[in-house]
Structures are given as structure tokens and as C-alpha cells.
């Protein structure tokens, strides 16, 4: 029998759905990589039709093991945000910082205290800044159980990662497919002696099944977006723009096309809808949508990027903004990360339902 692809060290978990609903859409099967901080690598989607095509599109286990190889271009796990959906901590988005001569680090200031982070990101045009993305667990190998063939549990013991954040982490996760949903669990303790600052992403691209990227749809209750200065840098500026009325408004019932609108956009001040932070997309060409939903009260941004020419779009529930310790923001703002005390956690918890479309 041949060994399993290897991706971080460790093969992929397979989820299996039950119990699923007759005739709808639902989530029929997952892949979990516990050697790459208990992402996601993929999940397909059953169709109303019947047909399965890709929900969370990632590629198989095989694909993988060639994509995620550890090399220079996969630099402090790089490769995890560019495929299926990554878990992003103790910082979503870009933080900046004084870059280190002959290292690839920044040094900042995160609550007071200098650290050190990898300078994993940036700019394509000459000059761009370069900053640290996306947490420090991109490549992080997390023990695991399986407890049931649609249910996967993982634990983290982050410490002070390696040196690199303020006070000491211990993270719990928990991935299983639900009656059609996809559902992921985080569980956040301080189980150092200092207060822990601490934001949490993930990271997931959602596929538009038809292909069809202009017709598909877009809601996401919002009354603000964080502006940037650019799309290669995506910086921000530190003023948040209203959404009403502008072209970044997707408010509406049934969302609004995405037509030729690029997007690389935070959204924030989320309207919560019996109690959760939601966001829609719907591809009414293949009759089905997809429902992003959180009831964790420190959910309150959304990070969307959906580029032109690609049938995807990536919707990413986060609790901090872009660059959330940087000087761009006014003294005293909320830019959303939680702060826990020494022996406190916080839970933390994201559904996808899939919804069949009416013509």
C-alpha cells in the first residue's frame, strides 16, 4: 500500500460528511493539514443538481505535497493563504515594521514591547514595503485526533512562537462537517503572565462553481471599509470610508455583482444578523450560494479579495484590521484585536451553509 503525501510532515486528514439533507446543497467531504497549522486544503461542494465540484477550492493531497514544499518561496509557510483556507494567528492581514539588515524580519512594537516578525510579504513594485502577513502558524505542526469520520481536532501549544509575540498562547482547534455546513472551531488561551494580544483569520477562497465570476454576488453588510493606499502594497491609510452608496456597498438582500469590481478590500462594522457577522456569496448561474457566518462578538471585519479573470473569491472573517499596532491610526482606536488576560480564553467559531438559489 503506498504511504500517504507528506505536506508539513504529516498527511492530510480526510473529512466525510453525514446525515446530509436530502436534495441541497451541502459540503460532502474535507481535507485538513495538521502539519500546516490545521488548515484547510480543500472541501467539495455538492450541487443542487447533484453534481460535486469544489467549494473551498484547494488541490489534492498529491498537488499539495509538491505545492507546499517548505522552499525559499514558501518562506514562514507562505504557500498556506495562496490554496483552500488557512487559520491565520495571533495576527490576521499585514503588520508593519522597521526592516532588519541581513535577516528577513521586521522589528514593531505590539502593545509596548519590540518583537521581531518574518518579513514574508509586500509589494511587487519597486520600492513597495515589505511587512509580515498572515500570523505565525502558517506552517506550524499541530497534534491531532480524529473522533469521527466528518469531525477532526487539533492542539497547538504556540508558547511565545518561538520568541516572536508578547506572553504565551495555547490554541485548540476543531474542524467538522455538520448536516451540509463546513464549521470551524478556535479555542484562544493565555496561559502566560502577561496580557496576550491576539488576532484571529482564516483565510478561506471560495470557488464560484459555474465560472461565470461577473454574475456572481456579493453580500456583506458593512458600513465601512478600510481605505489603502494601493492594491500592491494594500496599506492602510488609517481613515475607514463609509460603504453606503459608493461601489463598495453590498448591503442589498441579494447582494449586489461583482461584475468587473476587483477587490482587495477590509470590510468592518459589521451588521450583525441574529447575532452573527454574515457574509453571502451567491452564483445564481449554478443555483447555489454560500452563507459565511460568525456569532463570535470579536468578529467585526471581513477581509474579501476576488481578482479579475479568477472563479474565486476569498472572504475572510477576522477580528483585527490591516497593520493593527501601526501609527496610521488615530491614538486610542479599536483596530480589533482581543486582549486576554493571563488565564483567559475566548472561543471563536465560523460556518459556511450552502443555500440553494430560486430562478
Not at 23 to 42: E, H, I
Not at 111 to 127: H, I, K, S
Not at 213 to 220: D, V
Request: one cysteine or more; hydrophobic letters at 40%; proline letters at 10%.
Amino acid at each position: 500500500m503506498p504511504e500517504p503525501d507528506l505536506i508539513g510532515g504529516a498527511p492530510a486528514i480526510e473529512l466525510l460528511a453525514r446525515d446530509l439533507p436530502p436534495g441541497a446543497p451541502a459540503f460532502v467531504s474535507a481535507a485538513v493539514l495538521p502539519g500546516r497549522g490545521f488548515m484547510l486544503l480543500n472541501a467539495p461542494l455538492r450541487l443542487p443538481s447533484g453534481q460535486t465540484v469544489d467549494g473551498v477550492a484547494g488541490p489534492s493531497p498529491a498537488a499539495a505535497a509538491r505545492l507546499l514544499d517548505g522552499g525559499p518561496d514558501d518562506f514562514a509557510g507562505n504557500k498556506s493563504f495562496a490554496v483552500g483556507g488557512a487559520i491565520l494567528a495571533p495576527y490576521a492581514n499585514r503588520v508593519r515594521g522597521r526592516p532588519l539588515a541581513g535577516s528577513r524580519e521586521i522589528e514593531t512594537s505590539v502593545d509596548g514591547r519590540l518583537v521581531r516578525l518574518p518579513r514574508n510579504w509586500g509589494g511587487r513594485a519597486p520600492g513597495a514595503a515589505q511587512y509580515a502577513m498572515h500570523g505565525l502558524i502558517l506552517d506550524a505542526p499541530v497534534s491531532w485526533t480524529q473522533p469521527s469520520p466528518d469531525r477532526a481536532c487539533g492542539r497547538l501549544e504556540a508558547g511565545d512562537f518561538g520568541g516572536r509575540w508578547v506572553s504565551r498562547t495555547s490554541l485548540t482547534f476543531e474542524w467538522r462537517l455538520e448536516r451540509g455546513a463546513l464549521v470551524l472551531s478556535v479555542d484562544v488561551r493565555n496561559v502566560g503572565e502577561t496580557p496576550l494580544p491576539f488576532g484571529l483569520g482564516w483565510h478561506p477562497y471560495f470557488a464560484i462553481p459555474s465560472g461565470q465570476r461577473g454574475q456572481a454576488r456579493l453580500r456583506l453588510p458593512a458600513a465601512r471599509r478600510v481605505e489603502v493606499d494601493d492594491y500592491d502594497q494594500v496599506l492602510p491609510t488609517g481613515r475607514l470610508l463609509p460603504t453606503s452608496g459608493s461601489p463598495y456597498d453590498f448591503d442589498a438582500a441579494d447582494g449586489r455583482r461583482l461584475g468587473e469590481l476587483y477587490l482587495d478590500d477590509c470590510f468592518t462594522d459589521l451588521r450583525r444578523e441574529h447575532g452573527r457577522a454574515v457574509a453571502e456569496l451567491r452564483d445564481p448561474a449554478a443555483g447555489v450560494g454560500l452563507r459565511i457566518a460568525s456569532p463570535t462578538p470579536q468578529v467585526n471585519a471581513m477581509q474579501v479579495y476576488a481578482p479579475l479573470g479568477e472563479a474565486i473569491v476569498a472572504i475572510e472573517p477576522q477580528f483585527n484590521l490591516a497593520d493593527p499596532f501601526g501609527a496610521v491610526w488615530p491614538p486610542g482606536a479599536d483596530t480589533g484585536m482581543a486582549r486576554l488576560l493571563p488565564g483567559e480564553s475566548l472561543a471563536c467559531e465560523v460556518r459556511v451553509e450552502p443555500f440553494g438559489l430560486t430562478s
